[in-house]
């Protein structure tokens, strides 16, 4: 499915380190998109789908092989609730996929020769509250009502043919094991990416029995962490290669810190791109940035993983 159709995503992990894009709520808002809103990046799918092909170029641009469609606040109920009824809704989750190929199409015109990958995003079950849950998990909701929640979604993406879904920024260790029930049979490998904090899921679950949910499932192909602070990074990258002998996944955040009542960002950055040759040697093979990292990060862990 990718531009390059000699081998899957799998093989490429397999052969060496893979390189994601950033974070594209921060590219939108740096050309002057306003995300202020409950949909986030996924309300430009219907007003501006060209700004968001415009931010995976940016990132196809800077070296990654792989772009994460805008996709992850995007969901039936959430589009519900801003009247967009389900048909046009399912139509939209389909349009995030094709905006990626787009990109990718337009990086090839551009002279870029390598593979390059289409990511579909899925965010947990807290990001359609738009309250911040997402860092919290625990929503009350049983193993079984979260995958019949993600699975209408997920049957829509799949549809649409990414090369892989990016079950993301899960905060709970039960969602993740609807996420991964929910994948099953849908013909599209999966990877699966917790963010954490201090050793442990934001619903507080240790990572081993975190990871472990996703350890005998064969449609995921990589696990790991995003959307956290980078200092959380080592441990979590250790601990996923050694509970799932899987290529391991890592995107954190710049490490500045997420204020859901004021919808901001506070704190300074931490991260530095060369802190992946040390996911690197602990097992990480799909590398990049979420939130608050741009183009220019990537541009560098490009430039560290190949050099």
């Known amino acids: 499915m990718s531009s390059d159709t000699s081998g899957t995503l799998a093989d490429a992990l397999s052969a060496g380190p893979v390189v994601l894009d950033g974070g594209m709520s921060n590219q939108l808002e740096s050309a002057g998109h306003d995300l202020s809103d409950a949909l986030w990046s996924a309300r430009l799918l219907a007003e501006r789908p060209e700004a968001i092909v415009e931010a995976h170029l940016a990132y196809f641009e800077a070296g990654a092989d792989v772009a994460i469609t805008s996709s992850y606040q995007a969901t ?50 807290g990001a ?35 090369d892989v879904l990016a079950l993301e920024t899960v905060p709970d260790a039960d969602e993740a094991r609807a996420l991964v029930r929910a994948v ?31 350890a005998d499932a064969d449609e995921i192909i990589a696990v790991g962490v995003n959307c956290c602070a980078p200092e959380d990074v080592d441990g979590a990258v250790e601990t996923a290669a050694r ?8 995107y954190p955040n710049s490490g500045e810190a997420w204020d859901a009542q004021a919808r901001a ?43």
């Not at 998990?137 to 979604?153: K, T």
């Not at 849908?186 to 990572?207: F, N």
Request: net charge positive; proline share 5%.
């Open 76 to 125: 039936f109920e959430g589009f519900a609730k801003r009247g967009i009824p389900y048909e046009k809704a399912a139509e939209l989750l389909g349009l995030s996929v094709e905006l990626a190929r787009e990109a990718a199409r337009r990086a090839a015109a551009k002279g870029v020769t390598r593979p390059l990958w289409v990511a579909a995003s899925v965010g947990p079950y």
């Open 265 to 307: 960002w506070t704190g300074r950055s931490t991260f530095t791109a060369e802190q992946v040759t040390g996911w690197r040697r602990g097992g990480a093979r799909l590398m990049g940035g979420c939130c608050r990292v741009g183009p220019e990060a990537i541009s560098v862990i490009a430039g560290t993983l190949g050099a």
């Open 184 to 214: 099953r049979g849908l013909g599209v490998p999966a990877w699966l990416s917790y963010s954490v904090a201090g050793g442990r899921t934001r619903a507080g679950q240790p990572l081993e029995e975190a990871f472990a949910a996703a």
């Open 243 to 250: 509970v799932t002998g899987k290529p391991v996944v890592v």
């Open 128 to 162: 359609m509250l738009a309250d911040g849950s997402e860092y919290r998990g625990r929503y009350g909701l049983s193993v079984e009502e979260l995958e019949r929640f993600h699975r209408p979604r997920l049957e829509v993406l799949a549809a649409a043919a990414p």
